[in-house]
């Protein structure tokens, strides 16, 4: 099992950026994929990002694909959101997840492992 901790969620006007943490612990960290979600109100978790378990492949939703950039530092045991030219549409909670496979995946049924959620808002 895996324990994850999410950090950097906030307030940011639109066209701001903002940068989530993922602190991961219990695990080879570079053993298993990790991915970034969410889940507006109303709205089922959807997935954002993720990232192979050496870093060497990443892969991103088409609504974020150019605006958010995945990252891990294996040697830190985290792995890194980078959102840019941010859009109230963003708003939701995000959680980071960790994967039972190192390879890149989508789908949220491939992960076992999930953080608390961090909120992010972004106001127009």
């Known amino acids: 099992q895996v324990q994850l901790v999410e950090s950097g969620g906030g307030l940011v006007q639109a066209g701001g950026s903002l940068r989530l943490s993922c602190a991961a612990s219990?695990?080879?960290?570079?053993?298993?994929?990790m991915g970034w979600f969410r889940q507006a109100p109303g709205k089922e978790r959807e997935f954002v990002a993720a990232?192979?378990?050496?870093?060497?492949?990443?892969s991103y939703a088409d609504s974020v694909k150019g605006r958010f950039i995945i990252s891990r530092d294996n040697a830190k045991n985290t792995v890194f959101l980078q959102m840019n030219s941010l859009k109230p549409e963003d708003t939701a909670v995000y959680y980071c997840?960790?994967?039972?496979?190192?390879?890149?995946?989508?789908?949220?049924?491939?992960?076992?492992?999930w953080g608390q959620g961090t909120q992010v808002t972004v106001s127009s």
């Open positions: 997840a960790a994967s039972i496979y190192a390879a890149v995946a989508t789908n949220l049924n491939l992960y076992s492992s």
């Open positions: 219990g695990r080879t960290f570079s053993r298993y994929a």
């Open positions: 990232i192979s378990g050496n870093g060497f492949f990443t």
